[in-house]
């Protein structure tokens, strides 16, 4: 037997009774549950279970060997590194966001799907089989090698630009992986949402700094098969509930009619519009208070002072005074504040004012125009997601990490069957979820509000994740009266399907498993690119290998705990801040990596002309049209929105790239060389 062949039979071996134990630790949990062990524990045997494998994975997977932290020894079976990069790529935005943008945004939300594994296919044509030709650590040396040579020569500039690159998108897509974990651990373990973000981290650590990208991969194709279960037992569970076929890819199509025919009810149901109606009014008061500022803002507060000084006077309750301090406390503290809470307030009354988005409709809008926007951006989200996901580096890292080129094209095919396995289910869940709340809650008594609505609404008590409020005080649930955050649906799943709370903690197991896998590699490549291309090649070419594996940990290290500050402050939902990745790899490293590949004319100033061109251009749109940086509708070019800037920035990108080159000498006899040899049969 070859040394491949035993060595897939063995990790095989090691996979499967993994996968065994998993599903005994399962059915142990499930029993002790029956027993009536307390929730709280089941949530943190989860947490702890979980955190305590991937440490001990990373553990056993330490090593300092540049080979090994860099590219797990270039010797991952082709099924394995699908798996690992199936994992990588299942990141927080698709296994807890993406069911919950369907939910909330129906016809819209596929975009998500349609873009990111269209452009793993990108990937897979276009670079991923030539950069494992090529043979090195990261992105950035692909792109100092092919478009000016070594360290320090006409490379450099290429070089500091790519790292710059791969760090913006790389932080702030972990920035997202980070919040995701926050947000579980926070849920079921009852730690502070910061406390739950800094006990996440730790996995993340052990993992990734100890065994670097080794560590990593066998990490990575553990989590996968938590992600894959936890995904889809709620599902079928869900699907064979609402159309009595435990397959919910094939099953959903029968409950789509039956959600549209709920969807037209509520339409037309009288308290429904009622509670609309009621949100019209409430955006309307602040309208006008927005445009009697500042004498609005002066009248408001001093007649809360009057009330307090009134029930002090006349002695009322201690509740009723404790509740007018509460009033004047909570007022804003300026007419600048009470512009932006008023106007935020309005928003969202506007916002719940409008009636909900049809599942199954494409682009609905109230006219002709109106559509034709939301199917432009629709079209363009989809294609930055495409090219975003082509270029991001932390998952073109791991074509590096397979034995042969051969191995690469074949790691592709299991990765898009492994993402698909997932992918699919999505848009299932989203249905089957929301079919459920609409025929199950909806029409419900608020005295008999499942236990799950209290716990997800006590998990962040500044902005809660779910609330449904009695607006038109008929004691009856409407639709309208509840607010849900999309983040948190995939979580609530099975306890919304009826489901034991060991497969709540099951599904938190499986979104901390996509969070923590994605974060790996991001914080990898962030710090691979720190102290390979910055460190190794432009500051210290002569450090020994140790040094240089020891630098890239105190990095990662250090990158880790800054993206856990900012995550901290919840800057952004997840998939915004997933969405600002993309467009942003888009239109920075995709046009030097493609034309790179296949255009022998690209050149060193042709390459920094692109990178700079369509990341500056991208930039600048997404701050000129953010609402909360001063822009907004009327600042977007061709009603596109912030999230598509790459749909602006990928053709400055291509042109600039494209003029600089022609304007400017050829490329090198050696960069043209290189074109040739990667682009040449196996």
Not at 179 to 208: E, K, P, W
Not at 237 to 253: F, R
Not at 496 to 502: C, E, F, K, M, Q
Request: glycine fraction near 8%; charge should be positive; hydrophobic fraction near 50%.
């Amino acid at each position: 037997m070859s040394a491949p062949a035993s060595y897939f039979r063995k990790l095989s071996r090691y996979y499967l009774w993994f996968t065994a134990c998993f599903g005994l630790f399962l059915c142990a949990l499930a029993l002790l549950e029956s027993e009536g062990m307390p929730r709280i524990w089941i949530g943190y045997l989860f947490m702890f279970a979980t955190i305590t494998l991937y440490a001990t994975i990373g553990v056993i997977s330490r090593t300092s060997n540049v080979s090994e932290y860099y590219v797990a020894g270039r010797r991952v079976p082709a099924l394995f590194n699908g798996m690992a990069t199936a994992a990588d790529w299942i990141s927080a935005a698709s296994f807890i966001s993406l069911a919950g943008g369907l939910y909330l945004h129906g016809f819209d939300g596929l975009a998500y799907i349609l873009g990111w594994t269209g452009g793993y296919c990108l990937a897979a044509l276009l670079i991923a089989p030539y950069l494992r030709k090529f043979g090195q650590y990261t992105i950035p040396d692909f792109l100092a090698e092919r478009y000016g040579g070594g360290a320090g020569g006409r490379g450099a500039p290429v070089r500091a630009i790519a790292v710059g690159a791969t760090i913006i998108v790389s932080f702030t897509y972990v920035v997202a992986q980070i919040y995701a974990v926050g947000l579980i651990a926070s849920r079921f373990t009852g730690v502070d949402f910061s406390v739950g973000i800094f006990l996440g981290l730790a996995s993340i650590l052990v993992c990734s700094f100890l065994g670097g990208m080794r560590g990593i991969t066998w990490t990575q194709v553990a989590q996968y098969i938590i992600i894959l279960v936890a995904f889809l037992i709620p599902t079928m569970w869900l699907s064979h509930k609402h159309a009595d076929n435990p397959l919910p890819q094939v099953a959903y199509g029968a409950v789509l009619p039956k959600l549209a025919q709920r969807e037209a009810e509520l339409l037309r149901d009288p308290k429904e519009l009622q509670v609309r109606a009621i949100f019209r009014a409430r955006a309307e008061a602040d309208a006008a208070r927005l445009a009697a500022l500042p004498q609005s803002w002066e009248a408001g507060r001093d007649a809360a002072q009057r009330r307090l000084d009134t029930l002090r006077l006349r002695e009322a309750s201690l509740s009723e005074i404790r509740a007018a301090e509460r009033a004047l406390i909570s007022w804003p503290r300026t007419p600048g504040d009470a512009a932006a809470q008023w106007a935020d307030a309005r928003g969202a009354s506007l916002k719940r004012a409008q009636a909900p988005e049809p599942q199954a409709t494409p682009f609905p809008g109230a006219d002709r125009a109106r559509s034709d926007q939301r199917r432009n951006n629709f079209l363009a989200l989809v294609f930055c997601l495409m090219l975003g996901t082509a270029a991001l580096p932390h998952i073109l890292m791991r074509s590096y990490t397979t034995a042969s080129v051969h191995e690469t094209r074949v790691s592709v095919f299991w990765t898009l069957f492994f993402v698909l396995l997932v992918y699919l289910t999505i848009p299932a869940l989203a249905v089957l979820v929301k079919y459920d709340i609409y025929s199950h809650l909806v029409g419900s008594d608020y005295a008999q509000l499942p236990n799950w609505i209290a716990y997800w609404a006590n998990v962040d008590k500044l902005n809660p994740l779910i609330g449904i409020a009695d607006i038109n005080g008929d004691g009856i649930v409407q639709l309208a009266e509840i607010a849900i955050d999309g983040d948190v649906l995939v979580l609530a799943t099975p306890e919304i399907g009826g489901l034991p709370y060991v497969i709540s903690g099951l599904v938190a197991a499986g979104g901390l498993a996509a969070a923590l896998s994605t974060a790996d590699g991001l914080l990898l490549a962030i710090s691979n690119a720190l102290s390979h291309d910055v460190y190794y090649k432009m500051v210290d070419p002569a450090a020994s290998t140790q040094k240089r594996v020891t630098i890239s940990k105190l990095l990662l290290l250090g990158v880790a705990f800054v993206a856990a500050y900012v995550a901290s402050q919840k800057p952004a939902d997840i998939l915004s801040l997933v969405g600002a990745a993309f467009s942003l790899a888009a239109s920075t490293l995709f046009p030097a990596l493609v034309l790179g590949v296949f255009w022998k004319r690209a050149n060193h100033a042709g390459a920094v002309a692109g990178m700079l061109g369509g990341f500056a251009v991208c930039l600048y749109y997404m701050v000129a049209t953010n609402p909360i940086l001063g822009g907004g509708a009327q600042a977007q070019w061709f009603g596109i929105a912030p999230i598509s800037a790459g749909v602006f920035g990928v053709p400055a990108g291509l042109a600039a790239l494209v003029l600089a080159s022609l304007l400017t000498a050829p490329p090198t006899a050696r960069s043209g060389g290189m074109v040739d040899h990667i682009r040449a049969p196996e």
